[in-house]
């Protein structure tokens, strides 16, 4: 089909004229041109035919641009109205090309490389890929979940206003004691429909009650985690870093601290949507790697996760 330009006008499904040889520049030099012939409209792109418009609807041709950024659109027109449009603000529509301005029937939809990418497919579901896909977190508040024994944190007020006269604010504190009756909390969580199945990585916000030098805050976490119709078995532990954030050389009293858990892997019986990990978090204060003598106050237990979509197609499968 012959590319080439002319003075010549065209008419369209709607009986709207329109000029040929429209282009849209984009940032690697390219250009798409659009022009019509005989009632319909073709778009080239590196030289060859991508779409095509007719009066029946929309054929695909090889459509396959990666890193593609429409920089200058001048003189792009609306192939329904022929009024003039920005190209960033045509819109994509499975199954009605013809009937809302801007509107063109596409199969899939692809913004990115074939690395790192955002896709629509036919329905409209996005998924994203590589750098694509967006870092949230899940932030679980700790709970002591039982009554009373040696392992229970004391609730207690960490802070007041500055006449010392307000009912304040309280923290789980968690002291420097021996093995057999290191404070702990417990908790569940469940994993979004938005999430990957990949790493998770968990993390514990915190903050100490005195400043000491060159002195270590170590958390431990057992926990187990399944899919939805698997078996929970035996539990893992697991324990942060001696490295903070922000990694000081010593501990400051009131200071917000991080402190991080190796990243988590999930195997196939435990990387699917509504995935539940079981967990208790405790400070091991019992052993030599934590050498801090003080109390400290737990403010949340964070789990960072990366996704690929905004959620699941279906109820409980992705």
Same mark, same amino acid.
């Given at each position: 089909m012959s590319t080439s330009k002319g003075a010549r006008k065209h008419k369209f499904p709607n009986d709207t004229y329109h000029d040929t040889g429209k282009k849209a520049i984009f940032g690697d030099g390219s250009e798409l041109e659009i022009y019509f012939s005989e009632g319909e409209g073709h778009f080239v792109l590196y030289g060859e035919e991508i779409l095509t418009i007719t009066e029946n609807g929309v054929i695909m041709n090889n459509l396959e641009v990666s890193d593609g950024?429409?920089?200058?659109?001048?003189?792009?027109?609306?192939?329904?109205?022929?009024?003039?449009?920005?190209?960033?603000?045509?819109?994509?529509?499975?199954?009605?090309?013809?009937?809302?301005?801007?509107?063109?029937?596409?199969?899939?939809?692809?913004?990115?490389?074939?690395?790192?990418?955002?896709?629509?497919?036919?329905?409209?579901?996005?998924?994203?890929?590589?750098?694509?896909?967006?870092?949230?977190?899940?932030?679980?508040?700790?709970?002591?979940?039982?009554?009373?024994?040696?392992?229970?944190?004391?609730?207690?007020?960490?802070?007041?206003?500055?006449?010392?006269?307000?009912?304040?604010?309280?923290?789980?504190?968690?002291?420097?004691?021996?093995?057999?009756?290191?404070?702990e909390v417990f908790f569940t969580v469940q994993m979004p429909h938005a999430?990957? =199945?990949? *790493?998770?990585?968990?993390?514990?916000?915190?903050?100490?009650? !005195? @400043?000491?030098?060159?002195? #270590?805050?170590?958390?431990?976490?057992?926990?187990?985690?399944?899919?939805? =119709?698997? *078996?929970?078995?035996?539990?893992?532990?697991?324990?942060?870093? !001696? @490295?903070?954030?922000?990694? #000081?050389?010593?501990?400051?009293?009131?200071k917000h601290y991080i402190s991080e858990f190796a990243d988590i892997t999930p195997g196939a019986d435990a990387n699917g949507i509504s995935m539940v990990l079981i967990g208790r978090i405790f400070r091991r204060s019992g052993d030599a790697s934590d050498t801090y003598t003080n109390k400290v106050g737990l403010m949340y237990i964070d789990l960072h996760y990366q996704l690929n979509s905004l959620g699941s197609t279906d109820e409980y499968l992705k």
């Amino acid at each position: 089909m012959s590319t080439s330009k002319g003075a010549r006008k065209h008419k369209f499904p709607n009986d709207t004229y329109h000029d040929t040889g429209k282009k849209a520049i984009f940032g690697d030099g390219s250009e798409l041109e659009i022009y019509f012939s005989e009632g319909e409209g073709h778009f080239v792109l590196y030289g060859e035919e991508i779409l095509t418009i007719t009066e029946n609807g929309v054929i695909m041709n090889n459509l396959e641009v990666s890193d593609g950024v429409v920089v200058d659109g001048d003189d792009l027109e609306d192939v329904i109205t022929g009024e003039e449009i920005d190209p960033l603000s045509v819109h994509l529509n499975q199954t009605t090309p013809q009937t809302m301005v801007g509107q063109f029937n596409f199969p899939e939809v692809r913004a990115g490389s074939v690395s790192h990418n955002t896709d629509w497919d036919s329905t409209g579901h996005q998924t994203m890929v590589g750098s694509a896909k967006p870092w949230e977190d899940l932030r679980i508040e700790p709970s002591v979940r039982q009554a009373a024994g040696t392992g229970v944190p004391s609730f207690e007020k960490w802070y007041d206003d500055l006449a010392g006269t307000s009912r304040g604010v309280f923290l789980y504190s968690f002291t420097k004691e021996n093995t057999a009756n290191q404070k702990e909390v417990f908790f569940t969580v469940q994993m979004p429909h938005a999430w990957d =199945g990949g *790493v998770l990585s968990m993390h514990i916000h915190w903050v100490p009650a !005195a @400043t000491e030098n060159a002195t #270590d805050v170590i958390w431990g976490m057992e926990y187990c985690m399944k899919d939805i =119709g698997e *078996v929970y078995g035996d539990t893992t532990i697991v324990y942060t870093s !001696a @490295t903070l954030i922000p990694d #000081d050389a010593n501990i400051t009293a009131g200071k917000h601290y991080i402190s991080e858990f190796a990243d988590i892997t999930p195997g196939a019986d435990a990387n699917g949507i509504s995935m539940v990990l079981i967990g208790r978090i405790f400070r091991r204060s019992g052993d030599a790697s934590d050498t801090y003598t003080n109390k400290v106050g737990l403010m949340y237990i964070d789990l960072h996760y990366q996704l690929n979509s905004l959620g699941s197609t279906d109820e409980y499968l992705k």
